[in-house]
């Protein structure tokens, strides 16, 4: 045991850092859920948290994001390192069949103790999201897993913005496609730390790779940290070792260049501001009651502009 829990959630989160799987799946389900409950557990889980190395896998539809993740795992249990997944389901059309897809491929590891993955769906807001992706990461962090990878499509903002919590994120790339111009319209390019042309059986790798290169040469010449670029087979395991020996240089690189406790204060700063957003609008809402709405109409009949309205309902004296 490496924390003893003070409070008390029937006693879940002294369980999940024993190690028990079905107590933090059901820890799980209550940060997902968004509830006081999960709160609490993550407030008793976090000064347990914070030894994990949080991975970002993001890529188009397709790219081979959940063949790979299954490859590292197996490369990283190999090293008998623990490791833990979070795949994050975006609510998009053609989500429906990843899941059980991600199910499928995944499932090799299912009675693995070293390994636990967990699908997140995006219901409600992509706040909500967010807030639950870091939540399941923190949680996953306590319960002692050495590697977190957390899966998102890269398809728009909100999952940039997700991919942009963890520590080193992969971009997940195909050959062919005019990949490069997407990689660019995804905004990916930016947030990558190590680059994956997967399905390199495809003839036009190479010349991914090439493309690849040649764009980062132009963009990224003033960081100190070059993305590398691997050439991975996932459905075959090719490559996976230079991956993850790419993933593991990289945080090597943030922890001797500074850069891990700039990204950790980042991250930090980036979960206070959202809390506080919400818990202030919470307790406005709260005060103001009815008012709320009341301003609401008003705006949308052009009685009242928004800001004057806000100014309003701010200064209101507490009752
Ligand atoms: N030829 C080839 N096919 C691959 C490779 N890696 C993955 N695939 C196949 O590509 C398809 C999609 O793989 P997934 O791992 O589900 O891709 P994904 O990026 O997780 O997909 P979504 O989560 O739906 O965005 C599957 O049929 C895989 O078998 C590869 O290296 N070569
Ligand atoms: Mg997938």
Not at 128 to 157: C, F, H, K, N, P
Not at 177 to 189: R, T, W
Not at 228 to 240: F, L, N, Y
Not at 249 to 262: K, M, P, V
């Amino acid at each position: 045991m490496r924390w003893a829990v003070v409070g008390n959630s029937d006693n879940l989160a002294q369980r999940l850092l024993n190690g028990d799987k079905r107590a933090l799946a059901r820890a799980l389900s209550k940060v997902e859920r968004g509830a006081m409950e999960g709160q609490q557990l993550v407030a008793e889980l976090f000064p347990a948290s914070g030894n994990a190395h949080i991975i970002g896998v993001t890529g188009s539809p397709g790219t081979g994001k959940s063949t790979l993740v299954n490859a590292l795992i197996r490369h990283w249990r190999s090293q008998g390192k623990r490791v833990g997944v979070v795949a994050v389901d975006p609510s998009s059309p053609y989500s429906g069949g990843a899941v059980l897809g991600d199910r499928i491929r995944m499932s090799e590891h299912t009675n693995d103790a070293g390994v636990f993955i967990r699908s997140m769906a995006s219901r409600g807001t992509l706040g909500g999201l967010s807030r639950a992706t870091g939540d399941a990461v923190t949680l996953l962090d306590a319960a002692g897993y050495d590697l977190i990878l957390v899966e998102t499509v890269g398809a728009g903002q909100s999952e940039v913005e997700i991919a942009k919590e963890a520590q080193t994120t992969v971009v997940v790339e195909v050959p062919g496609l005019g990949d490069d111009v997407q990689a660019i319209k995804a905004g990916l390019m930016e947030i990558a730390d190590v680059f994956a042309v997967n399905k390199a059986d495809h003839p036009r790798a190479q010349q991914t790779a090439l493309g690849l290169r040649m764009m980062l040469d132009i963009a990224n010449h003033a960081y100190l940290w070059k993305p590398p670029i691997v050439k991975t087979i996932a459905t075959r395991g090719e490559g996976v070792d230079k991956l993850a020996e790419a993933i593991e240089q990289h945080r090597q690189f943030l922890a001797e260049s500074g850069q891990l406790a700039q990204r950790q204060r980042k991250r930090a700063s980036d979960e206070l501001f959202r809390v506080l957003r919400r818990e202030l609008f919470r307790q406005l809402r709260e005060r103001v009651g009815d008012d709320y709405e009341a301003a609401v109409a008003r705006i949308a009949a052009r009685e009242q502009d928004p800001y004057s309205a806000a100014r309003e309902l701010l200064e209101r004296p507490e009752s």
